[in-house]
C-alpha cells in the first residue's frame, strides 16, 4: 500500500503559477504510476496529468498542455504539477493518485484504474 499527501495548493491570480506535490510514504513509490486529478464544485473529476514510474512518458489533458508539467522525484517519493499561467477554469480540488503497474513506461489517464488517492488540495485561481 502507499499513503499519498497532496501540498502546495493556495489562492494565486490568474497569469501566476503554483507549483503541487504529491508526497508518498509506504510501498516503493517507482513502483507506482502516478497522476493528478481535479474536481470544481459541481462538476466530475477530471484527469489532469499522468507520469509513468519511469518518469520518462507523461501525457496531459488538452486544456493544460503547454501550461502544467508533471514530473516526479522517486529518490524523494514525490510527484509534482508545476502550474502556470494558471486560468479562474483551473480553480478545484486537486487529488494526487497511484497505481501499481509492471511497466516502466505505461501512463494511466482513467480514474477508475487508479486504486490510491491523496485527501487533496484546493487551488483557487482569481481574475
Known amino acids: 500500500q502507499v499513503q499519498l499527501v497532496e501540498s502546495g495548493g493556495g489562492l494565486a491570480q490568474a497569469g501566476g503559477s503554483l507549483r503541487l506535490s504529491c508526497g508518498a510514504s509506504g510501498r516503493t513509490f517507482s513502483s507506482y504510476a502516478t497522476g493528478w486529478f481535479r474536481q470544481a464544485p459541481g462538476k466530475e473529476r477530471e484527469f489532469v496529468a499522468a507520469?509513468?514510474?519511469?518518469?520518462?512518458?507523461?501525457y496531459y489533458t488538452s486544456s493544460v498542455k503547454g501550461r502544467f508539467t508533471i514530473s516526479r522525484d522517486n529518490a524523494k517519493n514525490t510527484m509534482y504539477l508545476q502550474m502556470n499561467s494558471l486560468k479562474p477554469e483551473d480553480t478545484a480540488v486537486y487529488f494526487c493518485?497511484?497505481?501499481?503497474?509492471?511497466?516502466?513506461?505505461?501512463?494511466?489517464?482513467?480514474?477508475?484504474?487508479?486504486?490510491?488517492w491523496g485527501q487533496g488540495t484546493q487551488v483557487t485561481v482569481s481574475s
Open positions: 507520469i509513468s514510474r519511469s518518469g520518462s512518458s507523461t
Open positions: 493518485a497511484a497505481t501499481v503497474r509492471q511497466s516502466l513506461f505505461t501512463i494511466v489517464t482513467l480514474h477508475n484504474e487508479y486504486d490510491y
